[in-house]
């Protein structure tokens, strides 16, 4: 692991502390994760809002998904959107650069000095531009001052610039773009670009000064397709210049009632203050009694999760959706930024217990997607389908809902849009051939084993809910096919394993192989057969038994953990992060594999192993994440986790419990009731639970469920040096 980590003692010396409300913004750390693979980025934004307003210091490679990295010296620019600790590019819209004569000459591009970041604020010096910055963002605004430190500060519009991955280049995503000078102080336009997505931005900019002199910057190398403009507003050293940029997905009409509703005049501490509150509010739902390290962890990864989703509706309610065309929301948001794949494991969950309203709106985001594409959404970003990762995750969203008693959206017509959107064939999908063989086969479709799993559960959802719901013959449908997965068991190695469209195991295997060794790694998707045979969230003792019975599962489990990290000829994955053995916590397939050594009986192993994670890859600094953030992901299984408990199913409504790692947490529920966790004798050394009780009552299985923690009452920990 990396060399900044801090050691498990000194971890584990440090002070305990009780947040008090007026200082719980001081503990989060927008910096972390934005180093190593973390993929965060340090500006302002507001919670769940569409602008997110930071630095750009890279793009063209996978170091930059954010575009930004904490150990570049650079800032190239200041974009209004970004994405938050994911694996791909995109975004980076209507960028802007403070710059001098002599930074102009360098590409615009200035040294950064003195940066700091808290929630809603970000803050830098530019040395080469002669000017500091500073940032803050409304849901669908930014708000920028910068101020001259010597005269002639200038400032780019730079309609070129975006969020790219290296296969772009030399192709920049940008296909075009126009500005409209609509007066000395206001600049509209767009942006159409194709990235991750193909999507149009529009964006409004008001200056606090007006525009003495504009001159335009024309593309000349062929490949750019969009203009920059270079603006001068006469500052003098000492003076201030305010920037407001409304951003809209829907047109340039959109983006000026965007910025006049939520950012109407130049008031750049009074935007600051309003969204610090809004953070504030958000991150009171938790008290905790915790160490220092503990608390910068905790409160950081509940600011990242609640980045995103995001709403692309405007303030009106108008969005554009996935066809292209403009619509008005019901409620009035629609949501996008959905990265199930990721999410669904852990970050709804956290959702459904603190934000239950925005979960409805969240649900029926969803379900107009379905309307407008005819399949519920897999990866959405900007209202668009990506197709990225596997599985159709929005069922489990969608399912989780429902049965946590989330209220306002349609649960028979999200159960039609499931059963549709798992029936109808799309690109490597032939679902009756699937239904058939009962898996998916390897000469048919690659990453057939972990498309298999997932796909299981997504049916096991789709079954659940049905009947709940008293639609019998959808429940005997995918029940069936929510145990496709035993068919990819092979009993003599006891792996989750690639088979042919004739039944045929997929030989030679190796379980260590990832995707990119070919072969049997190619079953896989970001992992290797180690990783996903433990991929059954929905039905663990099934799992268990194919194995032999719990005590059998839990030795083959506990030598996932014993496993040589690096094999030759095993192959490389930029996402399988970190390991324990096997175990990738980098990863989220691996995300819930602790938590089933509780249910199988050795609930010691856990906690020893959710001790190891805490201490080795969650530490509050820029390189302090040890995988991508993913949308929050790997911030909801930080939370769970402190609190003593993870969702191994999240449509299930149970909690397996851990081992806590903070001595007292209250979570305030919009209910009105609180939830409480203690943990008693909480020391370094005492990584063990001896007992758990629930209002006092002691409890004979490592579970809690939803209703436990929405009734309000205490989750009682007893803690132990020795097993």
């Known amino acids: 692991m990396k060399s900044k980590i801090l050691s498990i003692l000194a971890i584990c010396a440090l002070p305990t502390l009780f947040a008090a409300e007026k200082s719980i913004l001081d503990y989060v750390k927008p910096f972390v994760g934005t180093a190593y693979h973390g993929h965060t980025f340090p500006g302002a934004c507001a919670p769940f809002g569409l602008v997110q307003a930071s630095p750009d210091t890279g793009a063209g490679s996978w170091r930059y998904c954010s575009g930004y990295n904490f150990e570049d010296a650079e800032i190239l620019r200041f974009s209004q959107t970004h994405l938050s600790g994911t694996g791909c590019s995109d975004l980076g819209d209507a960028a802007i650069m403070p710059f001098s004569e002599a930074s102009k000459e360098n590409n ?30 409304s849901e669908h605004a930014a708000i920028y001052k910068i101020k001259a430190l010597k005269d002639s500060v200038k400032l780019l519009l730079d309609l070129q610039h975006g969020v790219y991955a290296a296969e772009k280049m030399p192709a920049y995503p940008t296909l075009s773009a126009s500005a409209k000078f609509e007066s000395q102080s206001l600049v509209s336009g767009k942006r159409h670009s194709n990235m991750w997505v193909e999507r149009e931005v529009f964006f409004a900019m008001e200056f606090s000064k007006p525009i003495l002199k504009s001159e335009e910057i024309k593309p000349t190398n062929g490949v750019e397709k969009a203009s920059k403009y270079e603006l001068d507003f006469g500052l003098k050293a000492g003076e201030e210049l305010i920037v407001k940029i409304g951003i809209s997905a829907v047109s340039e009409d959109g983006a000026k009632n965007n910025l006049k509703a939520e950012i109407p005049d130049f008031d750049f501490e009074k935007v600051k203050s309003q969204t610090r509150q809004k953070w504030l509010k958000l991150l009171s739902k938790f008290e905790l009694d915790a160490p220092e390290n503990t608390l910068e962890n905790f409160y950081t990864s509940a600011y990242h999760l609640f980045i995103q989703p995001n709403n692309i509706a ?8 996935v066809d292209g065309t403009v619509r008005e929301s019901a409620r009035g948001k629609y949501y996008s930024t959905f990265s199930t794949w990721d999410t669904f494991r852990a970050a709804h969950s956290m ?5 239950p309203d925005a979960v409805s709106d969240f649900a029926n985001s969803m379900l107009e997607h379905f309307d407008s594409k005819k399949l519920l959404p897999i990866w959405t970003l900007w209202g668009k389908e990506n197709y990225c990762m596997i599985g159709i995750h929005s069922i489990p969203v969608l399912a989780e809902a429902y049965f946590k008693g989330i209220e306002g959206f349609d649960a028979k017509r999200a159960l039609n849009a499931m059963v549709y959107s798992s029936t109808q064939d799309r690109k490597n999908f032939d679902w009756n051939l699937y239904e058939n063989l009962g898996y998916l086969a390897f000469d048919k479709s690659p990453c ?21 719901l008293g639609e019998e013959e959808i429940y005997k449908r995918f029940q069936r096919r929510a145990d496709f997965y035993k068919n990819l068991f092979d009993s003599e190695t006891h792996f989750m394993r690639g088979r042919d469209s004739s039944g045929k195991w997929r030989a030679p295997f190796n379980e260590f192989a990832l995707p990119n060794a070919g072969g049997c790694g190619r079953d896989y998707i970001e992992g290797n057969a180690l990783q996903y045979t433990w991929h059954v969230m929905h039905d663990a003792d099934g799992l268990m038994e194919l194995f032999g019975g719990r005590e059998k599962f839990a030795e083959k489990l506990t030598s996932l953990f014993k496993q040589p990290e690096k094999v030759e000829g095993a192959g490389h994955a930029a996402d399988v992060t970190d390991l324990i053995g096997q175990y990738a916590h980098g990863n989220e397939p691996s995300h819930h594999t602790i938590y089933l050594l509780s249910l199988a009986g050795r609930q010691d192993l856990a906690a020893q192993l959710i001790r190891k994670v805490f201490n080795s890859f969650y530490i509050p600094t820029p390189e302090g994440l040890c995988g991508n953030d993913d949308c929050g992901q790997m911030s909801a299984w930080f939370m769970f986790s402190a609190l003593g408990f993870y969702p191994v199913d999240p449509v299930s409504c149970e909690y397996v419990l851990g081992a806590p790692q903070l001595k007292n947490a209250k979570l305030k529920l919009d209910n009105g009731r609180t939830f409480e966790v203690s943990a008693e004798n909480f020391a370094p050394q005492n990584i063990y639970v001896k007992e758990a009780r629930l209002n006092g009552k002691k409890l004979e299985k490592p579970i809690i469920t939803h209703s436990d923690i929405l009734n309000g009452g205490k989750l009682e920990f007893v803690m132990a040096p020795n097993p």
């Open 351 to 355: 959702y459904a217990i603190l934000t």
């Open 314 to 321: 405007d303030v009106d309610g108008s969005y554009r959706g």
């Open 108 to 137: 615009y591009k200035s040294r950064k000095a003195n940066e700091a970041a808290t929630t809603g604020y970000y803050k830098v010096e530019l040395p080469d531009a002669n000017c500091s910055v500073e940032i803050s963002a």
């Open 448 to 468: 057939s084993v972990s498309i298999t799993l997932e796909t299981a559960y997504d049916d096991s959802c789709i079954a659940r809910l049905a009947k709940a």
